[in-house]
């Protein structure tokens, strides 16, 4: 969100980069919390925006805060447009099992969301890394090396709690039924972690209008050249197109 706030922020539009909950600056008892969480704190982050200064809303969601933004945005139901790097449902096994460390821990996660539901086992915590390809957050492998040092955001700690709620959470509108605002996915070329089937499918038949900009030679931490600046243009294009 960094590099394509920066950008929008230059442009005049309000910009606003919250940190979720055990992320970035934010001091709260990680093992806790749970998806539902997330979502119920960005829809309230929403309303506070609005109550704020009374502008639309627009969200983007980088990585897993793509569906997120779609999730605050299915409660909340005040927001004027999406914008998203991947969309992903848990739910579904073939979105697990490309998205997980090893296809074959796919087959694991019923023992990961039962054992996230026991009280004395819930609580536990493991790094993030050990279940999913924290190694393809970027293709810069310097970038790379720090994003995997930061124990705020990808050398953190995950509870089973929290994994448990992350493959299960049910939104409060299927995408058949959402109609709330329109939806961009931004799909990075050479995204080696999330591929653009697995947005399409994790949001198939959606009501609301849904549109794909492919962002070229870009990672799925879109920094690279000529992704990063087709970013910014196409975010540009759909913001003014709703506003």
Not at 1 to 20: F, S
Not at 41 to 58: H, T
Not at 68 to 77: D, E, P, Q
Not at 147 to 157: E, G, H, R, T, V
């Amino acid at each position: 969100m960094i590099l394509i706030g920066a950008r929008l922020a230059k442009r005049g539009y309000a910009v606003v980069a919250p940190d979720n909950l055990g992320y970035g600056m934010t001091q709260v008892k990680q093992s806790e919390v749970t998806l539902d969480d997330w979502v119920n704190l960005l829809s309230d982050f929403i309303d506070a925006e609005i109550k704020r200064d009374g502008k639309p809303v627009i969200l983007y969601g980088l990585s897993a805060g793509g569906m997120l933004t779609y999730n605050a945005a299915a409660i909340n139901k005040k927001v004027k447009g999406i914008v998203g790097m991947t969309f992903l449902d848990e739910r579904m096994f073939m979105v697990r099992r490309e998205t997980v460390l090893f296809p074959l821990m796919a087959y694991s996660v019923p023992l990961v969301v039962l054992l996230g539901k026991i009280p004395f086992l819930k609580r536990i915590k493991i790094p993030i890394k050990w279940v999913s390809k924290m190694y393809t957050l970027t293709n810069n492998k310097e970038a790379l090396k720090i994003f995997l040092s930061d124990k705020s955001s990808s050398a953190s700690l995950v509870s089973l709690q929290f994994l448990s709620s992350f493959m299960t959470y049910k939104p409060a509108l299927e995408p058949k039924d959402f109609d709330i605002c329109p939806i961009l996915l931004t799909q990075p070329e050479e995204d080696h972690w999330t591929r653009e089937h697995l947005s399409t499918l994790s949001l198939a038949g959606i009501k609301a209008p849904f549109s794909i900009k492919r962002l070229k030679n870009a990672g799925h931490y879109p920094m690279e050249q000529p992704g990063i600046d087709q970013l910014e243009e196409y975010m540009v294009e759909f913001i003014e197109n709703i506003v």
